[in-house]
């Protein structure tokens, strides 16, 4: 999948970060992140492997996203330049920004799918 916008990060490593068109309001929250996620049909270690596309879908810049990954764990490693784990909550793209329709996007694999609910962002309008 090829991506409109790229981040690159001091370790080297890169997000996947496209742009969709996303929906205008006049105010931005962390409930205009829209996760959403589909099995890749893949098997990592005996289990499933899930593909997780988080977007912005206000339109104003959002920062600081942090999803709730409470119980969240993965046989599959992931990037933390995507997605970091500090306790009970995950930092998207090192707490960079996504634009409006901006997405990110990881893989992951558990023997269940793991719902990561948005609870913090920093919007810029």
Known sequence: MSASNGK???DGSSSIVGNL???AQSQCSYRDIVVSQSKTGNLIQGKPQYQVVVRNDCQCG???IQL????FTSVEEIKPSILRRAGNVCV????GTLNKG?????KYAADRQ???NPISSDPSC
């Open 62 to 64: 959002q920062s600081g």
């Open 102 to 106: 901006d997405w990110a996007q990881f």
């Open 8 to 10: 690159e990060f001091p």
């Open 68 to 71: 709730d990954c409470t119980g």
């Open 114 to 116: 793991f719902w990561f």
């Open 92 to 95: 998207l793209i090192q707490g």
């Open 21 to 23: 068109a996303g929906h």
